[in-house]
Antibody, heavy 120, light 107 residues
């Protein structure tokens, strides 16, 4: 069954870090990139960045540069997104998604989402 | 960065109606435009990629059109299960921005 399964919800204090995992199954993980998208409560979708499994390159949203790090572990078909120096406005549902390898590069398979709450 | 706008922000329609949602990019993105559907409490799902290609397994009442800066998602004969928020997204250049969404509910 082709799917992405994310790690469970997290509650963090401001200034802490969080690392969310996204385990792929049912397809060849190394052949596709992984993107991360977040959604604050009641808000729309915000693209955070993506990592290419082809060359390992990462592309981050400017506003998250310096705080976000995306990695993959090909041996376990798992992608990770770490966000540091958390703030209250980082409270959101975080989604991973597989990026299609055609010219359009749409996000054709999504994880179920991980709720990250940042509160003192 | 490429900014994406959508109109309307919300709409109410009846079962069987034809629904159109517009999406505009702040600069030309060719046909690098994708549409997603998100139901409450769920992850988004890809509907249309490359402006007009329907994702596999989805009903043909969904269609997309446009090019350059102006795009449209059409739902022919709205069904109760289509109630959701619809987002456009450009995959022309990073950051791969989303539109603000259009909420579709029943009249």
């Amino acid at each position: 069954q082709i799917q992405l399964v994310q790690s469970g919800g997290e509650m963090k204090r401001p200034g802490a870090s969080v690392k969310v995992s996204c385990k792929a199954s049912g397809y060849s993980f190394i052949d596709y990139g992984v993107t991360w998208v977040r959604q604050a409560p009641g808000q729309g979708l915000e693209w955070m960045g993506w990592i290419s499994n082809y060359n390992g390159k990462t592309y981050y949203a400017q506003k998250l540069q310096g705080r976000v790090n995306m990695t993959t572990d090909k041996s376990t078909s798992t992608a990770y997104m770490e966000l540091r120096r958390l703030r209250s406005d980082d409270t959101a549902v975080y989604f991973c998604a597989k990026r299609a390898d055609d010219i359009w590069g749409a996000f054709d398979l999504w994880g179920q989402g991980t709720v990250v709450t940042v509160s003192s | 960065d490429i900014q994406m706008t959508q109109s309307p922000s919300s709409l109410s329609a009846s079962v069987g109606d034809r629904v159109t949602i517009s999406c505009r990019a702040s600069q030309s993105i060719g046909n690098y435009l994708n549409w997603y559907q998100q139901k409450p409490g769920k992850a988004p799902r890809l509907l249309i990629f490359g402006t007009s290609s329907l994702e596999g397994g989805l009903p043909s009442r969904f269609s997309g059109s446009g090019a350059g800066t102006d795009f449209t998602l059409t739902i022919n004969s709205l069904q109760p299960e289509d109630l959701a928020i619809y987002y456009c997204q450009q995959s022309y250049s990073t950051p791969f921005t989303f539109g603000p969404g259009t909420k579709v509910d029943l009249k």
